[in-house]
């Protein structure tokens, strides 16, 4: 296992599956003691715990959903319970349905800001009381459509354009505390979420796949590395940035 992170305690929102279980799995290979948050999927947040603790790491899974402050402040008081301190956050939970302007509801609409952004916000609220004298690290989880919106995902591109926003503007109020806070935009990347819609199934994965100048779909390990460089020291002179983990693709 590697240092960079010995002795750091990590949360990582959505943690069960897909992007967020990569970093988890990352920042734990790194060395850092990692809670593993999910809304739903006990059995998936289960089953990276138990990955990361066969390999010899620590990891604790605990269950809340991000839209709700109840929630939010019992997973920090949870992970302070479990490790006795906190250093990062990954804001990884998000939502995402694509379609066209005339299906956006209210309910869907709600969803998506009310777990995208207003989850994010919560979470670095109770982040701050945890964070140590040290300050910490958050990195939240964009995308390439933030700036570049694609047709039918304008509801899901303008949470994370709001998230770009975000970043940008905390980490200069942060600053002051020794808080930095950065952002990671995926481009396109393989996961059980992507799988579950076939997203990238035949010509439309191939012209993906072909846009993208290192010539392949991420995967959850390409993000994860990005976002351990991120949450470690190597990043001390790093806040307010938003690299775009996309193989080339702009």
């Given at each position: 296992m590697s240092a960079k992170l010995n002795g750091k305690v990590a949360v990582v929102?959505?943690?069960?599956?897909?992007?967020?279980?990569?970093?988890?799995?990352?920042l734990a290979t790194e060395g850092a003691a990692v809670v593993v948050n999910y809304a739903s999927s006990n059995?998936?947040?289960?089953?990276?715990?138990?990955e990361i603790n066969a390999e010899g790491g620590k990891a604790v899974a605990v269950q809340g959903d991000v839209s709700k402050a109840a929630d939010v402040k019992r997973l920090f008081a949870e992970a302070v319970r479990a490790f006795?301190?906190?250093?990062?956050?990954?804001?990884?939970?998000?939502?995402?349905?694509?379609g066209p302007i005339e299906s956006i509801t209210e309910e869907e609409f709600r969803r998506h800001y009310d777990t995208n952004v207003l989850g994010p916000i919560l979470a670095v609220q109770e982040a701050l009381k945890h964070f140590g004298p040290a300050?910490?690290?958050?990195?939240?989880?964009?995308?390439?459509?933030?700036?570049?919106?694609?047709p039918q995902t304008a509801l899901y591109s303008s949470t994370k354009a709001a998230i770009d926003n975000l970043t940008r503007g905390l980490a200069l109020e942060l600053a002051p505390r020794k808080v930095r806070v950065n952002a990671v935009a995926p481009g396109h990347t393989e996961s059980e979420g992507t799988?579950?819609?076939?997203?990238?199934?035949?010509?439309?994965g191939k012209s993906l796949i072909a846009a993208t100048p290192l010539g392949r779909l991420g995967t959850p390990a390409d993000v994860a590395r990005v976002v351990g460089f991120l949450a470690s020291d190597d990043s001390a002179w790093v806040t307010g940035e938003i690299i775009r983990a996309s193989g080339g693709l702009k």
């Open positions: 929102t959505g943690a069960s599956k897909g992007i967020g279980a990569g970093i988890a799995r990352q059995a998936g947040a289960d089953r990276v715990v138990a006795g301190r906190l250093d990062v956050l990954v804001n990884n939970a998000g939502v995402y349905r694509f300050g910490g690290s958050v990195i939240n989880v964009s995308s390439i459509v933030s700036t570049d919106p694609r799988s579950d819609l076939n997203l990238f199934e035949g010509e439309q």
